[in-house]
Nanobody
Framework: QVQLVESGGGLVQPGSSLRLSCEAS????????MNWVRQAPGKGLEWVTT????????TYAVTVRGRFTISRDNAKNTLYLQMDSLKPEDTAVYYC???????????????RGQGTQVTVSS
């Protein structure tokens, strides 16, 4: 049974940094690409970034490229999202989501965590 538990969210001022974590269990973590997706108030889900199973390939949405960094520690079954230079428009619930294979980022709602709230406000 796939379990994904996000942590690290909070209320921060614009320009600040946060590091989100996602602890995974119930599957061979290093064998799957992982994603971060987010949902802002009143909006739909937005893909943010993906990392492959080996951790040596990443891709980012234009809106976060250069500010966010995805990484993973396969020995610890943990996914990370380092968020720098945060903006009010980054306010959202952030979810980690399991991909379908090491190089396939396709994810489903059934294999997604419960989310962690990030609020960027002065």
């Amino acid at each position: 049974q796939v379990q994904l538990v996000e942590s690290g969210g909070g209320l921060v001022q614009p320009g600040s940094s946060l590091r989100l974590s996602c602890e995974a269990s119930g599957f061979t973590f290093g064998g799957y690409a992982m994603n971060w997706v987010r949902q802002a108030p009143g909006k739909g889900l937005e893909w943010v970034t993906t990392i492959n199973g080996g951790g040596d390939w990443t891709t980012y949405a234009v809106t976060v490229r250069g500010r966010f960094t995805i990484s993973r520690d396969n020995a610890k079954n943990t996914l990370y999202l380092q968020m720098d230079s945060l903006k009010p428009e980054d306010t959202a619930v952030y979810y980690c989501a399991k991909g379908s294979s090491s190089w396939d980022s396709t994810w489903s709602a059934k294999e997604r965590g419960q989310g962690t709230q990030v609020t960027v406000s002065s």
